[in-house]
């Protein structure tokens, strides 16, 4: 069984200030693990995944993950939020359950970005 | 590059309609997922298909709920006798059979059950 818990439902931070999303995850097997995207009325967006390559995770738009296996984390971070950063971001695993390798995600973590 | 699309984006039904959604997936992705999105929520898995064969389908919500890949490329979503907790966005999702596990998503369809 897999699971993810994002520890935040809303997280509000002022333009030009880090980001940092929490998300801690359980699995049976060595998991992937993704951050999506969704911003209002649009499709979700992949913005980055782990693999069981590098622990530290580039994506798009300036985002990063850190994958640390002894804490179960993989955290979301941003040096520096733009306004177009509000939306809705959801961190996911996949694995081997039932061979489909289907998504489960997380309940999901509202940004705000002030101006 | 055409990317996961979805149709209808919206349908409104009332309570104990039939309504059927579509999905063409990336064409040279041979899996393909449905997942349920209500609000405030995360998705959540619905069923699966490799080709055109259906391999998950515990799931589905209920026995009202069938999905079909007859070809191997669309995927349709059929909901019977609809009910108000219907309401929700249907996404659709694929895959390449190898490789990574990421999951290229639809924009989704909409339905609100009156």
């Known amino acids: 069984a897999q699971s993810v818990t994002q520890l935040d439902s809303h997280v509000s931070v002022s333009e030009g200030t880090p980001v940092l999303l929490r998300c801690n995850y359980s699995?049976?097997?060595?998991?992937?693990l993704f951050w999506y995207v969704q911003h209002p009325n649009k499709g979700l967006q992949l913005l980055l995944k782990?693999?069981?390559?590098?622990?530290l995770v580039k994506g798009i738009n300036g985002f990063e993950a850190e994958f640390k296996k002894s804490e179960t984390s993989f955290h979301l971070t941003k040096p520096s939020a733009h306004m177009s950063d509000a939306a809705e971001y959801f961190c996911?695993?996949?694995?081997?359950?039932?061979?489909?390798?289907?998504?489960?995600f997380g309940k999901g973590t509202k940004l705000s970005v002030i101006p | 590059d055409t990317g996961v699309s979805q149709d209808p984006r919206h349908k409104i039904t009332k309570r104990g309609q039939n309504v059927t959604f579509r999905c063409d997936p990336i064409?040279?992705?041979?899996?393909l997922y449905w997942y349920r999105q209500t609000l405030g929520q995360g998705p959540e898995f619905l069923t699966y298909?490799?080709?055109?064969?259906?391999?998950?389908k515990s799931r589905l919500l209920s026995d009202r709920f069938s999905a079909e890949r007859p070809k191997g490329s669309f995927s349709t979503l059929e909901i019977q006798r609809t009910e108000q907790g219907d309401s929700a966005m249907y996404l659709c999702?694929?895959?390449?059979?190898?490789?990574?596990?990421?999951?290229?998503f639809g924009p989704g369809t909409r339905l609100t059950v009156t």
């Open positions: 298909f490799q080709n055109e064969a259906q391999l998950e």
């Open positions: 996911v695993v996949s694995g081997p359950g039932a061979g489909s390798y289907q998504l489960t």
């Open positions: 999702a694929s895959r390449p059979g190898t490789g990574t596990y990421e999951q290229y």
């Open positions: 699995s049976s097997y060595s998991p992937s």
């Open positions: 064409s040279e992705h041979n899996r």
């Open positions: 782990y693999t069981s390559a590098a622990t």
